[in-house]
Structure formats: C-alpha cells, structure tokens
C-alpha cells in the first residue's frame, strides 16, 4: 500500500544531502436534572460504546475506500504524469495536511511568525506530496488488507497489511481524525514508527543544529524539493 512512506518527508531521500541534522526526518428543575443524570450513570457506557463503534466503523470504511484508490492509481495504466496528478488530490483530499505540518513543526509552530507559517505549510504540502508520488513504480502491483480497528484517544486506528511484490507484508497503522464527520489521515504508522513523530524529531533535530531558526528549515525544505526535481 503506498502509505507506508507517507509524512516520511524526513527520510534520507528527502533530506538535504549537505546538513547533518537533516540526514538522521485533531463535550429544569430539580427532578429532571436527577433522572437525566440517572439515566446518564445508567446508560451512558453503552452510549459511549454505541459511539466508539460507530466511529470505528465509519474509519475502516474510510481507510478501505482510500486505500482502493490509491492502489487503483498505482497499478493502473496511466503516464506516471496523471498517476502523480490523481495521487496529489487523493492526498489533498483524506490527508490533514495543515495538522500534520503544525505537529511536526512542534514547539516551533509557536515561535514562528504567521508569514513564516504559511510558507512553511506550503513547502511542507509540496515535500509531503513529493515524497509519496516520487517513487510510484516502486509499488506497482502492491495489496492490502484493512484487519481491525480501535479507538486511539479521540482518534481510531485501523489496523491494515501491505504487501508488495518481492517484500515482505507490512504492519501500517492509519490514524483517522474526525471518523463520524470528517474523516481524515493525521498519522500513519508503519511497523511501530509513528511518521509524524518522525518527522518532528527530525525537524527539531534540523532546527536545535541550526540556531531555531524557522528559515533555515523552509530553506532546506526548498532544497530538498530542487534535489528531487534535478534527479526525476
């Protein structure tokens, strides 16, 4: 399944070659009030129950969909130029994107000015998408399996194997915000490793060996896409 590389924008492939830090990267009266508190004590287990399973569900139909589509985009039959362009709006599409850069941004998000922000969001969407679409052919003929799901803090994480050719399957966790509303991918983690803890230790590592300086970082990032652009 082609999420195993996603949020890896701190992978080697993606990190500047020059700079060392870089190369480690979403609740009247009296009697009433009684009887509705009773009935909460009461009942109120189930209804949480009730909920979380609902939730649960709404995620694995999620993840199932998005996963059809993004192996309908790799094995199929397009130029590499239309497979980059469908998975680009799959991903603008399931992926938080603007929570996945402000968490892995960290305390830095905070000492960032709002101009600094913004650019910084930009250039995390275009690593994010690069990262996931540089290197389709690479999973030509992949499959996966959606295997269970449970509640993970507000979140619910929807256990799926990947399995592409000549590798062995692979455990991926999809982390699914919003499920009942609005569902969205915030975090994929892939044999234990959270993507987007990843990537902030990466950039907290990039940014403490570079003076916290917000610029350096979006710096790099630009560097990283110019690379990629130079070598596909």
């Not at 287990?45 to 569900?57: E, F, N, P």
């Not at 996945?100 to 910084?120: K, M, S």
């Not at 969407?125 to 389709?136: G, P, Y």
């Amino acid at each position: 399944m082609i999420t195993v590389p996603l949020y890896r924008s701190g992978s080697p492939s993606l990190r500047p070659r020059n700079s060392p830090a870089m190369t480690r990267f979403v609740p009247q009266r009296r009697r009433f009030l009684v009887f509705s508190a009773a009935a909460l004590l009461a009942g109120g287990t189930s209804w949480r129950g009730a909920r979380a399973q609902a939730a649960t569900g709404a995620a694995v139909a999620f993840v199932k969909k998005t996963g059809e589509q993004l192996v309908a985009v790799v094995n199929g039959a397009g130029s590499n130029a239309q497979k980059r362009q469908d998975m680009t709006r799959i991903i603008n599409t399931v992926v938080d994107v603007d929570s996945v850069a402000r968490f892995c941004l960290g305390r830095f998000w905070r000492e960032a000015t709002p101009v600094q922000q913004q650019r910084y969001v930009e250039m995390f969407h275009e690593v994010l998408v690069t990262n996931i679409t540089a290197k389709l052919g690479d999973y030509k003929g992949v499959t996966f399996t959606v295997n269970r799901s449970t509640p993970d803090g507000d979140n619910v994480s929807v256990d799926t194997t990947v399995q592409r050719p000549n590798n062995p399957p692979t455990n991926v966790q999809w982390i699914i915000a919003n499920a009942s509303s609005d569902p969205k991918i915030v975090d994929v983690v892939a044999e234990g490793t959270s993507m987007r803890l990843t990537q902030r230790n990466d950039y907290t590592s990039y940014l403490v060996h570079n003076n916290n300086s917000i610029d350096a970082l979006i710096s790099a990032m630009r560097q990283q896409l110019e690379q990629n652009a130079a070598s596909g």
